[in-house]
Structures are given as structure tokens and as C-alpha cells.
T-cell receptor, first 118, second 112 residues
Framework: GAVVSQHPSRVICKSGTSVKIECRSL??????MFWYRQFPKQSLMLMAT?????????EQGVEKDKFLINHASLTLSTLTVTSAHPEDSSFYIC????FGKGGTGELFFGEGSRLTVL | AQSVTQLGSHVSVSEGALVLLRCNYS??????LFWYVQYPNQGLQLLLK????ATLVKGINGFEAEFKKSETSFHLTKPSAHMSDAAEYFC??????????WGAGTKLIIKP
């Protein structure tokens, strides 16, 4: 099946620095990708919808200047956590739908990226 | 607004015993329904999905779920638990197969 890959899987950074997380669709093109945040013992929270070639659509309460999303190509979306603080420590997951030829529109998830801000 | 309720944040069963994870949805029309599994420090993997073709849906790893409109439920079951089933399970719903609404998750613990 289609594969979505995230990198890095784990990152530790100092408070005040910025961290970039990449989400790639490996064998299909994704015009739309989704970024989620998962807090311990909680479900996924949709942060934003990343649209190829245009601005991301952010969910209510998510700071767009804090969480910068870029979807420059059909196979890559990036999430940059700017000026990270300890409260930004979380598990970030991306997903994408395969609507290509032979695709079923199924939602595929990346492996997730665990961010720890010291 | 649509919502998904998963009863029990933790469910513990013995190896070989029946697994039952509960999911109820609130919706005025039958939605798309999904069960995902998340192993530690990994992303989510689709177990199965209901798209109105059949009320009993069979998924991977021996799991299945039954859509019951009268009960607005989509409970996940497996006849015999295996140690490798230990993970967190999420129920999700969607009107349009586009944006998903997630339950809070149920952690399945398998006792030897």
C-alpha cells in the first residue's frame, strides 16, 4: 500500500529554537496532507490541512505563525515549529490521501515525530 | 456536531480471550467509520473501515467490527487476543471520507 514517511522520528531541541518535520508520500502524489498533534493519553488533534501550492488551512486555536506549514511539492509537506517551548513537546503525525490512479482515497499516516523541547 | 465516544481508556484481556473495544458515534446520518491501531511510537495503521457496503466489516489481524445503526455503535472485536495486539486503538468517523473525527483511544493490554 501507499507509504507516508516522516522525518525525523525523534528530535530534542532547546527552548527558543525552530524544528522542521518533513512528511513525504513515497509512492503517490498528495495534493492535501494533514498534520495532527497527539498529547499523552489523548486522541489526535487535527492542526491543519496542508494544500499543495497554497496556504495551509489551520484549525481553530492553532497558531499559524507558530506552526508553519509548507507544501511545496506533491510529495512533501513540512511543519516547522518556530521558537519552540516545552509546551510544544508532543507527538506530531502527518497523513495523506492517495487519490491517484489505482488509489482508494484511503488515508495513510506517517510514523510520527516525537518532539521534546528542553 | 459529530463526535465519537470510546468507552474505556484501558481494556485488559488475557491472551486467548475475546477482545471487545467499544465505539459509539453521534451523527444524523450513517457516516464512514474507521478503526485505527497505533503501536508504541508509531503512526496509525488502518484496521478496517465501514462505508455502507456491509454492516459486518472484516479487517486485518483477525479484527472485525459491526455497524449497528440502531445503537449508533461500531464495536471492534477479535475472538482470541494475541500478545502482539497490545496497542492503542482509535475509532474515527467522517461524513465525507475526508476529515476524520477521532475518539479518545483505548489502550489494549494483553495479560499472559
Amino acid at each position: 500500500g501507499a507509504v507516508v514517511s516522516q522525518h525525523p522520528s525523534r528530535v530534542i531541541c532547546k527552548s527558543g529554537t525552530s524544528v522542521k518535520i518533513e512528511c513525504r508520500s513515497l509512492d503517490f502524489q498528495a495534493t492535501t496532507m494533514f498534520w495532527y498533534r497527539q498529547f499523552p493519553k489523548q486522541s489526535l488533534m487535527l492542526m491543519a490541512t496542508s494544500n499543495e501550492g497554497s496556504k495551509a488551512t489551520y484549525e481553530q486555536g492553532v497558531e499559524k505563525d507558530k506552526f508553519l506549514i509548507n507544501h511545496a511539492s506533491l510529495t512533501l509537506s513540512t511543519l516547522t515549529v518556530t521558537s519552540a517551548h516545552p509546551e510544544d513537546s508532543s507527538f506530531y503525525i502527518c497523513s495523506a490521501r492517495d487519490f491517484g490512479k489505482g488509489g482508494t482515497g484511503e488515508l495513510f499516516f506517517g510514523e510520527g515525530s516525537r518532539l521534546t523541547v528542553l | 456536531a459529530q463526535s465519537v465516544t470510546q468507552l474505556g481508556s484501558h481494556v485488559s484481556v488475557s491472551e486467548g480471550a475475546l477482545v471487545l473495544l467499544r465505539c459509539n458515534y453521534s451523527s444524523s446520518v450513517p457516516p464512514y467509520l474507521f478503526w485505527y491501531v497505533q503501536y508504541p511510537n508509531q503512526g496509525l495503521q488502518l484496521l478496517l473501515k465501514y462505508t455502507s457496503a456491509a454492516t459486518l466489516v472484516k479487517g486485518i489481524n483477525g479484527f472485525e467490527a459491526e455497524f449497528k445503526k440502531s445503537e449508533t455503535s461500531f464495536h471492534l472485536t477479535k475472538p482470541s487476543a494475541h500478545m502482539s495486539d497490545a496497542a492503542e486503538y482509535f475509532c474515527a468517523t467522517s461524513w465525507s471520507n475526508y476529515q476524520l473525527i477521532w475518539g479518545a483511544g483505548t489502550k489494549l493490554i494483553i495479560k499472559p
